[in-house]
């Protein structure tokens, strides 16, 4: 079997000799695979040559459409095997023809960009097949357009609606169900197990095979879609859809502005229940007195009234019905969002709030989802296939399993090809400050300096917070422009993802700073990426709330938070990032962990004995050499990061 710029590696034949394994016994498999190994390749041709139906579940929408459009053709080709294959995404993906001519009709648009937008998607909707807007790269994802032109779950008219029968949505659920090889992402498989509104459920009774890539992200995603939300944010939405759809079907039937303003006033004052621009409290620790609990009552009883009125019209259109549902469904969420306890359906969960700078979201978040993901993989027998660069601790596989349910399920790890020891090098700092010090950003960069110097810029800055991105991107501002430094400094946030990346691999000396978006998923092979600099170990916040009540639940049965849960996350988070360095056989450079931790806590051995097998250094003499043409200062790297201090 040939496939075009493919070398077949001992530890990926051997993966996929186990994965066909599970495939054939319709058993489950834990599968780690170090960066390099070929893990597509190695699930994609037993799955592809096993048969049957096949779902294929990734990390990111880029990684589906990298599946679907580059890895399952080659393999399909190689293997001469004319195999059906479908890509499906969640609903917001495609455009709806409804809500298009609705916007085009009714022009509720603000800025010029969204008018310039619409008439791209308008045009786009003549000439596509598909209708899924990654084809449209003149309308970026993030603008606001999108929201006027998707549909989701609550403003989806079904089989009411006259252009169902055109419905892009119902055309890619179609043509998932009848293809043998279906590419989704993990928001859409559990969005589907907790809402049935996907059409994955549709697929699963079939399926003999599912895999997830990138399994390491299950047990947030997971953890997501199996809590319920319900936000301001929402409410908000309705009440636009309210107003409109009411004037436009209903205008003698109501005052309809006076009615969606007590429920507008209503929400927005639930937001300002919390002065401060961004808070995440467990209901528990918002004081009885405070303004929230009254507030909440009141959006509530406002929000039945505007069902009430909605009531009274709602035979008088379908929108005006479901705009009704929507109130209802509303209202219940809202209920039931502080009249339960912490128990539900057997699970312990934790009640908390969320405020972002516009909005409130109130959750209810399960502790584990270990019982209700194990509930949904029983019933037919099929394989069940979990895989990643990153699921172990120094090979110990308990953590991912027991947040995943999968405790007696066989666990399998194989090494990366590449020599780290020669390609890479970690270099921890001295005489860096408390990572709780308030000039820890600044004494980073001061680090990072020299080393990006030596590197020729190339590398990635890896930040654990917003606040540490905007001032380390603000320092090397002004250090670049000081030492008239020739290097394009990136930041999140100023473009989007694809935009900054493509950037940064076209320039060839650039610096990007960046969180946690592009601690994994980001492939930059070659010299454009030699040095990439950690700030901090990516332990959770300690004021989660969601972490708290699961460290907690974890004391109260005798074991140590910390240990147990806190530091497992890390790891596997670190690895992610340091996975961003050597992506190739001929990539070299160097890892910068600046977090001092890493060598003055009894735990910092296990941190780095879990990452890639560098040589280490704390020289910055040694780290700077590793640059030079010839690396002979390597040869001096002292072969430990032993301990200074312990406490």
Known sequence: M????????????????????????????????????????????????????????????????????????????????????????????????????????????????????????????????SGDKAELSKVPESAPVWNLVTSTRDTCLGAECQYYQDCFVMKARKEAQQAEVVVVNHHLFFADVALKDTGVAELLPSAN?????????????????????????????????????????ARDGAEWPKVVLPVERAARDLRLAFPQDIVRLAVGQIAPSSPFFPALETLKEELQNMADTLETQAERAETIEQCRTRAVELGIKLAAWNATDSVKEGQERVLWVEAFSSSLHLHQTPLSIAPVFSKQREGTPRAWIFTSATLAVKNDFNHYASQMGLWSEPARSWPSPFNYEEQGLLYVPEQLPQPNSPDYTDAVINAALPMIEAAGGRAFLLCTTIRAVNRAAERLREEFARRTLPFPLMVQGEAGRTELLDRFRAAGNAVLIGSQSFWEGVDVRGEALSLVVIDKLPFSPPDDPVLAARIEALERKGLNGFVHHQLPEAIINLKQGAGRLIRDETDRGVLMICDPRLIS???????????????????????????????????????????????
């Not at 990138?214 to 908000?236: C, I, K």
């Not at 050499?625 to 312990?646: C, G, H, K, N, S």
């Open 209 to 249: 095979t599912i895999i997830f890539d990138e399994a390491h992200q299950l047990p947030e995603t997971a953890t997501l879609f199996f809590g319920e939300t319900v936000s301001t944010s929402q409410v908000l939405e309705l009440c636009r859809d309210v107003l409109a759809e009411g004037l436009a079907h």
């Open 601 to 647: 806590k009894p735990y910092g051995r296990r941190i780095w004995q879990s990452l890639p097998s560098f040589k280490r250094t704390r020289d910055a003499n040694v780290a700077r050499a590793f640059f030079a043409p010839a690396p002979a200062a390597v040869a001096d790297v002292q072969p430990e990061l032993d301990p200074e201090v312990t406490d």
């Open 2 to 129: 040939a496939i075009s710029g493919f070398r077949p590696r001992r530890s990926q034949t051997e993966m996929a000799k186990a994965i066909a394994h599970a495939i054939a016994e319709r058993s489950t498999l834990i599968a780690e695979a170090g960066t390099g190994t070929g893990k597509t390749f190695a699930y994609l041709i037993p799955a592809l040559l096993w048969g049957g139906k096949v779902v294929i579940s990734t990390g990111t929408k880029n990684l589906q459409d990298q599946l679907y459009l580059r890895d399952i053709p080659t393999v399909r080709k190689a293997l001469n095997m004319p195999v059906s294959v479908a890509l499906l995404k969640g609903r917001a993906n495609y455009v709806c023809h409804f809500h298009l001519e609705r916007t085009l009709q009714n022009g509720r648009l603000t800025s010029r960009d969204d008018v310039g937008y619409l008439r791209e998607i308008s045009r786009f909707m003549k000439t596509t097949s």
